[in-house]
């Protein structure tokens, strides 16, 4: 209690007076104030405890830290090449049997330097005729017209080096990749059997199904847009049911094939 007194009273003495008034009894028997030390201003007080210390610079974002993910986003322009006898028996394009036009797009984002994953969305579509021959290999006056349509969604993990190469360039280089993925084909055909006249039978019939598949491209990288090449191969069973195999493909089968692809690639 003494102590507590006795803080009290050097506490009112050091308001009371002023810089220059002589120390009071409290202040010698607990000499922790200065005289008048409540008496100064915010400045003088500032002033006699000297220069501030130096602030802590702001953290700086680093600019790989801003950049975020970079997404690829390729046109695909190109053919795929049928593994159905049937099917690459009646569809023709530019003369060469089995082989028609392909068009999609895609979207990659890198997951790491090294690592990558790509969806994308393939529209193929060709249409062909033949003309039936007897036993003995002479045509008859049969024609058989057909159309097909194969719609593919595809994710595809892919493996590649950094993009930039060791040097880390954003322009002028080659970037390989190989990758494999799952896929899903939605597949229609129709069959026009006819004599070109008065007769026509139409056999149309839709199948669907999962498969895998296996790529690999290389592109040529310039400053936010590439050119490159790409070879895939893929295995999807679907099954078309019970049918005539004279009108078309019945009965399981794969509607994958070998696509070989023109790409252009833009990043964001």
């Known amino acids: 209690m003494k102590i507590l007194k006795t803080c009290l009273l050097a506490l009112a003495c050091g308001f009371f007076h002023g810089p220059g008034s002589p120390p009071c009894a409290a202040e010698d028997t607990l ?15 500032a002033e006699k405890a000297g220069p501030p ?6 953290p700086v974002a680093t600019e790989e830290a801003s950049s975020g993910s ?20 009646m569809i023709k394009y530019a003369s060469d049997p089995g082989i028609v036009p392909l068009l999609g797009i ?22 062909g005729t033949f003309r039936q021959e007897d036993t003995e290999g002479n045509p008859m006056d049969i024609w058989i017209d057909g159309e097909f349509a194969l719609l593919a969604v595809k994710y595809t993990a892919l493996l590649h080096p950094p993009r930039g190469g060791p040097g880390g360039k954003k322009s002028g280089y080659w970037h390989p990749y190989i990758g494999i993925g799952v896929e899903y084909n939605w597949f229609s055909q129709t ?3 006819n004599n070109r006249d008065d007769v026509s039978v139409v056999f149309a019939s839709h199948a669907h199904g999962f498969g895998i598949h296996a790529v690999g491209g290389v592109e040529y990288v310039f400053d936010g847009w590439s050119l490159g090449l790409e070879l895939a191969w893929s ?16 009965g399981g089968t794969d509607s994958g094939g070998t ?9 964001f």
């Open 31 to 45: 000499p922790l104030l200065h005289p008048g030390l409540l008496a100064f201003t915010g400045e003088e007080l």
């Open 53 to 58: 210390l130096p602030s802590l610079p702001a």
């Open 70 to 89: 970079t997404l690829q986003y390729r046109l695909r322009i190109g053919g795929l090449y049928y593994k159905n006898d049937v099917i690459t028996a």
């Open 106 to 127: 895609s979207i990659e984002g890198d997951i790491t330097d090294h690592f990558s994953t790509r969806g994308t969305l393939d529209l193929v579509y060709g249409f």
């Open 191 to 193: 069959v026009d059997v």
């Open 235 to 250: 295995a999807v069973e679907v099954d078309f049911g019970k049918g005539d195999a004279s009108l078309g493909v019945v």
């Open 259 to 267: 696509t070989l692809l023109f790409t252009i690639d833009y990043d």
